[in-house]
Structure formats: structure tokens, C-alpha cells
């Protein structure tokens, strides 16, 4: 009997029910911000600071690095697991070179809630040629 009284309060209750998960899942995907702003720090060599813009799109997360003092070259780019002051030398994500202090990468597949729950720097190297020096640094994290 689909207009008995107790079959409509069941599915009244459904209703709800679904409609409260669902408002759980919307908090907790909106626990987040859909853009996160970092400074990066100079390491081993003075100077070589900037920004980095992480932004949530539909797709993933792109990321904006814009850097001063740095060479007129090339530089490698990388999110790393760890801290700045020690951190796993196998970078996580590869990053687009920071080429005449810019950098634009889009990383699918990830939310920015991915990198603020895991413990992730984003470390920028002297070189291609002295890969080991790092230069600069930002945890990827809420600001304080």
C-alpha cells in the first residue's frame, strides 16, 4: 500500500535523512578554502622569495608560483612530503620550472584539501645543474 500513513513516514524519514547527509558532505567539502596563499622563504640563498596561489578547480588544484631574486634561468619546482627543514628528497608532485620568476602548474586529480591534510612543502631548487640546493620554501598549510 503505497498511501499507507506509516509507508510515508518511512520515506519522509529517508527523505530527511539523505538530506541531512548530504549537508554533512557539503561542510566537510567546504571545510577548506578554494584558494589557499603562501610566501615562500629563502633557503640557502638570500633573496629568492615569492608567492604561491593554490587554487581548487573543478579539475584539480592549479598552482601559481611567482618568485623574485631568482635566476634568469631555469629553476625545478616541486611539492615534496615533509617540512622545510626536513623533507623526503623524492618529490610527491613535479611542478612546471619556475622560468623568469613564473611558474603555472595544474596537478588533476587532487584537491587542495588532499595537500592541506597531508604534510606537503613546496620547495624550489637552484638549479637543474645543483638540484640538491634548495632555495626557497612554503609548507603547504592554513595560515595562522
Known sequence: MIGHPGHRRHALHVAF?????GAIACAAASAYPSTLNL???????????GTVT???VPS???IVVKMAGGQNGS????????????????PKYALSN????????????VTLGDLLEGKY????HESSANIEKYVACAAIAMPA
Open 39 to 49: 610566501q615562500l622563504y629563502a633557503q640557502n640563498r638570500p633573496g629568492e622569495t
Open 17 to 21: 535523512a539523505a538530506a541531512a547527509i
Open 98 to 109: 619556475i622560468v623568469h620568476g613564473s611558474s603555472t602548474t595544474m596537478i588533476s586529480g
Open 75 to 90: 629553476q625545478p619546482i616541486h611539492i615534496h612530503t615533509g617540512t622545510c627543514a626536513n623533507l623526503n628528497p623524492v
Open 121 to 124: 612543502v613546496i620547495d624550489v
Open 60 to 62: 584539480g588544484v592549479e
Open 54 to 56: 593554490l587554487d581548487q
